[in-house]
């Protein structure tokens, strides 16, 4: 896991930042990876699913900063999980409100957000130590990753197991979708290329990091 | 990591937290939470009704075509009732065309398939106790496979004319709702299974015939309510 903050942090455009690159919560961290595998079968549910989460982080960790300094240490897990299952039925209600198909495709992952550990590690590691602004911004940021990265899932897995994108027809009818990229097995196959892109594009920024200044790049 | 740990032993015992503190803090955090909880609830209740008013509605006029109203029963011991009068059990819904004749009845059925369970809305035809069109409300079939109980125009053939007679009591089904392996259907009663998703097929069957079953008994005999109930001064 990422470097946990040990002093008050200042509101920075990095605070933000970071989720999306440098502490992405999939690519990176590798964490909560039960949603992103399970409903990341098309780019609506992907992006509906990031979104909620978003809120849920944002909303939990708001709270527990705020609440920071008044939750005993013997207490704090109770306390985060009923705040964070708070927000998760508010989430809850909210998408049986917006479409009920919506909430028949995310099916128990909806329920599931309690227990995802992106959000108990933020307010863990982050809410419960910084002041509710850069919380707040934080939260936005790391949801904000969490949401590309399951549109990054989706939209490849719709492509190419449904040969539609928000439920658009790409291509013509002599398309015939993969189908095993919208079953399970697709779900990893798609997070291990994304993966490896990850990967080699952020060794490859190590290594040009690493090489001594003013040695041309084709010395090494 | 151990070493560590064991350097670090003789420690000043840590300040106890004080048991009104702890106590405060969980009940304050429920309270807010339930709060927030109850004030989300309230405030989207009547947005989700409405929402599976809506959703119901579409499907039943989508398997029943031509209908434009609906009205729904209820299926009781005592036969059919109309819903919202307190009385509770499976519900039924008499759709009707625009110039208020009865076009059909949508019932419901679950049948298991491979995946989970297959939940069915049909197309009920009192006039030649048969099935006439089907829709599926909710599945987890296998993409590919399952979903071709959707798509599948030579399955979907089996659902257009699914016999459903009643015997001479009235009771039940004279032959129960089957279905056959893929190109041994012999039998208005029969559904022709798809070949490679044969249990996808067997949920339709069961479900088809657990609907007809429980709603056509009731229907038949009951049928002067269906027909006579757009004349009741309901809309």
Request: net charge neutral.
């Amino acid at each position: 896991m990422a470097e946990l903050p040990k002093h008050q942090e200042d509101l920075s455009l990095d605070t933000f930042v970071r989720g999306l690159w440098k502490e992405n919560p999939v690519f990176v961290m590798l964490l909560g990876m039960c949603p992103t595998l399970a409903v990341s079968n098309s780019a609506i549910n992907a992006i509906s699913m990031g979104l909620a989460t978003t809120f849920v982080l944002a909303g939990s960790g708001a709270l527990i900063s705020w609440l920071r300094n008044w939750i005993p240490k013997q207490v704090r897990i109770a306390s985060y999980i009923v705040i964070i299952a708070t927000f998760v039925t508010i989430v809850d209600y909210a998408i049986q409100a917006i479409s009920l198909d919506l909430y028949a495709a995310l099916g128990a992952f909806i329920q599931l957000i309690v227990v995802n550990c992106i959000i108990l590690g933020r307010a863990e590691a982050y809410a419960s130590q910084q002041r509710l602004v850069p919380t707040l911004v934080n939260s936005l940021g790391i949801g904000a990753g969490f949401t590309i990265a399951l549109f990054a899932l989706g939209s490849v897995r719709e492509i190419l197991g449904s040969g539609t994108l928000f439920g658009l027809h790409l291509f013509g009818a002599g398309f015939q979708p993969w189908v095993v990229m919208v079953l399970p097995p697709g779900g990893f196959f798609v997070l291990g290329a994304w993966l490896l892109l990850f990967n080699w594009i952020k060794q490859r920024g190590e290594r040009r990091a690493d090489a001594p200044t003013g040695v041309p790049a084709n010395a090494r | 990591m151990t070493n560590d740990v064991q350097v670090e032993a003789p420690q000043a015992p840590p300040d106890a937290t004080p048991t009104f503190a702890m106590l405060r803090t969980l009940g304050g955090i429920s309270l807010i939470s339930g709060l927030l909880v109850v004030l989300a609830y309230q405030f989207t209740l009547p947005i989700i009704a409405e929402n599976q008013r809506v959703r119901t509605e579409q499907a039943v006029f989508r398997v029943v075509p031509g209908a434009v109203t609906k009205r729904d029963f209820v299926l009781t011991d005592a036969g059919l009732a109309p819903a919202g009068e307190g009385v509770q059990g499976e519900l039924i819904y008499a759709a009707y065309d625009a110039a208020d004749q009865l076009k059909g009845v949508a019932i419901t059925g679950v049948g298991n398939g491979y995946a989970g369970p297959v939940t069915v809305l049909f197309n009920y035809d009192p006039g030649c106790q048969c099935i006439v069109g089907s829709k599926i409300l909710q599945m987890t079939e296998t993409p590919g496979f399952g979903d071709k109980l959707e798509t599948d125009p030579a399955f979907l053939e089996n659902l257009k004319a699914l016999d459903a007679k009643l015997n001479a009591d009235g009771t039940a089904l004279i032959n129960p709702i089957v279905t056959v392996k893929n190109g041994s259907k012999t039998h208005p009663w029969q559904i022709d299974a798809i070949s490679g998703a044969t249990l996808s097929s067997n949920a339709m069957g069961k479900a088809a015939n657990t609907a007809a079953q429980r709603a056509a008994p009731a229907i038949q005999r009951d049928l002067a309510k269906l027909t006579a109930a757009n004349h009741t001064g309901q809309d």
